[in-house]
């Protein structure tokens, strides 16, 4: 079973930045995965999709990130970034990376934990 592992979480202040890191256990490659996404769950909440790529240019964020998150992937090391600058409190949450697909239903890691102090 492919899963996926994230990192970079931690703390940081209102307004700072923060870059978490994606890539994949066993042999699994995200560069054959065509679109990947990034979700974050906060307590008490639905998971929610914060950022999505493509393997081509196709980029698409919810409006409560957009122009503060930029998503990244680079085949070649096998990793996909998600940079989080002018952090707010309500970006609290755990964030997952996954493959975009039924496919991958069973492929959640176990996330990163973004705290924003106020």
């Known amino acids: 079973q492919v899963h996926f592992v994230e990192s970079g979480g931690g703390l940081v202040e209102t307004g700072g930045s923060l870059t978490l890191s994606c890539t994949t256990s066993g042999n699994f490659v995200i560069g054959g995965t065509f679109a990947m996404v990034w979700f974050r769950q906060a307590p008490g909440t639905q998971r929610e999709r914060v950022a999505l790529?493509?393997?081509?240019?196709?980029?698409r964020y919810p409006d409560s990130v957009k122009g503060r998150f930029t998503v990244s992937r680079d085949n070649d090391k096998n990793m996909m970034y998600l940079q989080m600058n002018n952090r707010k409190p309500e970006d609290t949450a755990l964030y997952y990376c996954n493959g975009m697909g039924e496919e991958y239903d069973d492929s959640w890691g176990q996330g990163t934990q973004v705290t924003v102090s106020s």
């Open positions: 790529i493509t393997n081509a240019v196709l980029i």
